[in-house]
């Protein structure tokens, strides 16, 4: 007689599924080493500003062509996004005042210039930044008198301009009441 035949279990017709890789478990911060950050944090003074920051208001941008066509490209873009917020401002006065902070963005021969954009309180805050590293941080370039230029158009409540490492930031305030 031959002896009884068991059955033997059959071998699943799929590979077998593979567990996950384990999670790398998250690693404490590496210690400051420098004898700079051993004293704490460094001053406000020595902290080098990037772009433009606005809080608490509407704001736009837009990134341009460092080139003689951007002024104009600008003064639309201004005057439209104005009207999408309800201001009906002086066209002429707006159309000025964005065509001076362009030029003089461009002026500085980057390859690229922001215009921005932010209303508060019925005024407007222009700026032009000129994304150009090689200023001297701190000064304007000689012989500009853009501010100058800006302050005689009616409607321009304050003016300004400052170099950085990121470039030059010149700005406008304009009533828009």
Not at 62 to 82: C, D, F, H, Y
């Given at each position: ?55 608490n208001r509407r704001g736009v941008n ?21 009207g999408e917020w309800g201001y009906r ?28 954009l932010s209303d508060q309180d019925q ?55």
């Open positions: 007689m031959s002896a009884p035949v068991t059955e033997q279990p059959t071998p699943p017709s799929y590979p077998p599924k593979t567990p996950p890789p384990p999670k790398k478990p998250i690693s404490p911060p590496r210690p400051e080493t420098s004898d700079e950050h051993a004293a704490g944090p460094a001053p406000l003074a020595r902290t080098a500003r990037r772009g433009v920051g606005m809080r837009w990134n341009l062509e460092s080139a003689p066509w951007a002024a104009g490209i600008a003064r639309r873009k201004v005057a439209a996004q104005l401002p002086a066209q002429a006065a707006i159309d000025t005042v964005t065509g001076l902070l362009v030029t003089a963005a461009v002026a500085d021969s980057g390859r690229r210039i922001s215009v921005h005024q407007a805050c222009i700026l032009a930044l000129s994304h150009q590293a090689a200023l001297t941080p701190g000064h304007a370039p000689d012989g500009d008198n853009v501010l100058h230029q800006i302050t005689a158009v009616p409607g321009v409540t304050g003016c300004g301009t400052d170099t950085g490492p990121d470039g030059r930031r010149v700005w406008a305030i304009i009533s828009l009441g």
